[in-house]
Nanobody, 124 residues
Framework: QVQLVESGGGLVQAGGSLRLSCTASGRTFSWYAMGWFRQAPGKDREFVAGIVWSGGSTVYADSVKGRFTISRDNAKNTVYLQMSTLKPEDTAVYYC?????????????????WGQGTQVTVSS
């Protein structure tokens, strides 16, 4: 079992930045590929970014490419999502997720463990 806890959400003006963190406990963190997803009100949960266990490969949704950066520190059991040039349409609850596998998957059903989510609100 893996427990995930997100932090770092909040209210920010358009054009600003936030860094989300997701800290894992339980089984060895480095075995897992990690992903960030988000869900805006009235919309389906969508993939934002993913990273393999080594940190050597990342994938981003087109909507955040060039603005968001995912990274991980296996020694701290933590994955990060640095968000820059935020837009009002980035407003959502952001979730981190873990999957036992080597590859990044964009489908949420591929992920076995989920955090409780952290709210990000971007004002215009």
């Amino acid at each position: 079992q893996v427990q995930l806890v997100e932090s770092g959400g909040g209210l920010v003006q358009a054009g600003g930045s936030l860094r989300l963190s997701c800290t894992a406990s339980g089984r060895t963190f480095s075995w897992y590929a990690m992903g960030w997803f988000r869900q805006a009100p009235g919309k389906d949960r969508e993939f934002v970014a993913g990273i393999v266990w080594s940190g050597g490969s990342t994938v981003y949704a087109d909507s955040v490419k060039g603005r968001f950066t995912i990274s991980r520190d296996n020694a701290k059991n933590t994955v990060y999502l640095q968000m820059s040039t935020l837009k009002p349409e980035d407003t959502a609850v952001y979730y981190c997720a873990a999957r036992t596998g080597m590859s990044i998957q964009i489908g949420q059903t591929a992920y076995e463990y989920w955090g409780q989510g952290t709210q990000v609100t971007v004002s215009s």
